[in-house]
DNA sequence: AATAGCCGTTGCAAAATATGCAACGTGAGG
DNA sequence: CCTCACGTTGCATATTTTGCAACGGCTATT
């Protein structure tokens, strides 16, 4: 491990709570303010921060370039782009991607419904693991031990009525979801909001991210919601081809 | 400076560019493959780069998070939002929200058309200075001398027909939207767009921001544009009130 | 199935950088 | 105009970073 890359990196996660002083930052860090100068200068240099007036910094401009890059290498969106596109357009509802990286799920691509409407989800965000229909398609793929260890170590907060608040009905949910081959998010995420979810494949069968259809329950009741898994099950289907899987069966 | 600083930095840019071996990396800032191991190995533990496979690197999730941190600490974002998110419900069209960062403009906000279109901005991405109405908008306020000089150093190359370029004409418009207080992008960015920009100011008078409105020429002709720069300076003002400006005549 | 090659990984002595310090400069407020 | 707070600088010292040689693991070829 590198001390000063180490420190300079605690710095800019920081600077994420907002704007702060150099006497500030040295002390996040325990070093010398010449020491923090100096760190925050090379940072500086590389645009990762940038001065605010004379007393203040804040994150810098190539934050968003190195998003929009990362995003960008994330193959399976531009392979799953056409399918996720034509879900949106025939069924007019909000589609997600999403994949399971370092622990997390994070939402990679996003196509906006036509209907007017508000929702927390943004590309470049976390899902929530407890209770959206992308992560219980992502998880259900771990291996079992795996799976296991990772809903043992979550938390369940209750956002609505219908959450599911322990590891124990989680995994029986997460064994459903394997069962079916598609997830529900039963307005547990969002009280006015319910949703259904199915894994796209790579070439040797494994998951590699997970497609979602957003549907406020004004629009479409349930029962209308399950009768578009059908069509949800081929998007992700067309989305896995190309992303090189061939079922065998 | 920080050299090690500097070296982990070069590497999180080159993986910009597409992931990566150690080996590669090492090559890039010209160290041994065990430093640039440890480099790599704490840029990891901060989730800025992550492995993929056993032999590639690439750019990690902590740069999601970040660049969305980015965006909200903006605070024109939310200063503005009300009055763009009004103009895009009145008109329809997409609305942008651009400020001038590290001699660079970058889209901060957007509100898409609610009719079908496709567009190359998005937010975290950088707007060509020489084209955009946000562009002049922003540099249009710059101190004279600044201003010169900026527009000397800039690049500008012909993207339509209507593309200025070079620095004497740019700075000629730069002095009419100087004169009307609001810019014009006569499809000089991109064929089928014309786009009107004006600026949102800080307490101080000075321009922290620029809205524009953007326009499929096949829906609106030139002169059905310049109709709603009343609409657009109306936002504008609004924006620039909630941002701590108050005019004085 | 075994071997070779390639690339990631490790521990440690030497090389090099990072660090803190004291003093200075600037700007703002009283 | 003075004082205080915070950013900034140059340099000797302290500490980290570095490269090296050897090792381990994985994949491909024989």
Excluded: W
């Excluded at 200068?41 to 990762?48: I, M, P, Y």
């Excluded at 319910?194 to 894994?199: D, E, L, T, V, Y």
């Excluded at 991210?209 to 081929?234: C, H, Q, T, Y």
């Amino acid at each position: 491990m590198s001390q000063s890359l180490d420190r300079a990196l605690t710095l800019v996660g920081e600077l994420a709570t907002g704007p702060k002083t150099l006497e500030e930052l040295s002390g996040v860090i325990d070093v010398h303010k010449s020491t923090a100068l100096r760190l925050l200068r090379t940072l500086e240099s590389h645009r990762f921060v940038q001065r605010e007036g004379v007393h203040h910094y804040r994150l810098g401009t190539a934050l968003f370039d190195l998003a929009n890059r990362a995003l960008e290498e994330r193959d399976v969106r531009r392979s799953a782009e056409a399918a996720l596109r034509e879900l949106n357009a025939l069924t007019g509802y909000t589609v997600h991607l999403a994949s399971y990286e370092g622990g997390e799920v994070i939402y990679i691509d996003k196509y906006d419904s036509t209907h007017p409407m508000r929702m927390y989800s943004r590309v470049g965000r976390r899902a929530p693991l407890h209770c959206t229909a992308v992560a219980k398609v992502l998880l259900s793929d771990l291996p079992e031990a795996k799976r296991r260890e990772v809903a043992e170590s979550m938390e369940y907060p209750r956002l609505t009525a219908n959450t599911i608040t322990d590891a124990t009905a989680y995994l029986a949910e997460l064994e459903r979801v394997r069962e079916r081959g598609y997830a529900m998010d039963n307005s547990e995420h969002e009280d006015f909001i319910h949703c259904i979810g199915a894994p796209i494949r790579g070439s040797r069968g494994e998951v590699v991210a997970a497609v979602s259809m957003s549907v406020p329950k004004v629009m479409l009741d349930f029962e209308g919601l399950l009768a578009l898994v059908p069509n949800l099950l081929a998007t992700a289907r067309a989305a896995s081809t190309e992303c090189g899987y061939s079922p065998r069966d």
